[in-house]
């Protein structure tokens, strides 16, 4: 069973940067895909970004040129570098490990998540 742990969230001032880390439990190289997902209050859990295991990367629309996802095989670590942070970007931020076919298909197990707060 692969346990994933977010780590690095915070608070920050608008257009700072934060770098989000997910530490896997075991070798993750063997999953297709990870991903980072956010949830703000009130509201559904959105997929922010992915990476597959050749190191391709996706991302939504809202975070496209500020987010940048990478992956550690070696270190059984995925990054999440969010550059000109804004107050939509408040949420709590959560890991995931899945597949990837055109369309994300997320994995059942999840981390419990880093709270990212950014001030206006």
């Known amino acids: 069973q692969v346990q994933l742990v977010e780590s690095g969230g915070g608070l920050v001032q608008a257009g700072g940067s934060l770098r989000l880390s997910c530490a896997a439990s075991r070798n993750i190289f063997s999953f297709n895909t990870m991903a980072w997902y956010r949830q703000a209050p009130g509201k559904q859990r959105d997929l922010v970004a992915i990476?597959?295991?050749?190191?391709?990367?996706n991302y939504a629309g809202s975070v496209k040129g500020r987010f940048t996802i990478s992956r550690d095989n070696a270190n059984n670590t995925v990054y999440l570098h969010m550059n000109n942070l804004k107050a939509e970007d408040t949420a709590v931020y959560y890991c995931n490990a899945g597949a990837w076919g055109g369309n994300y298909y997320p994995g059942k197990i999840w981390g419990l998540g880093t709270q990212v707060t950014v001030s206006s």
């Open positions: 990476v597959t295991s050749g190191g391709n990367s």
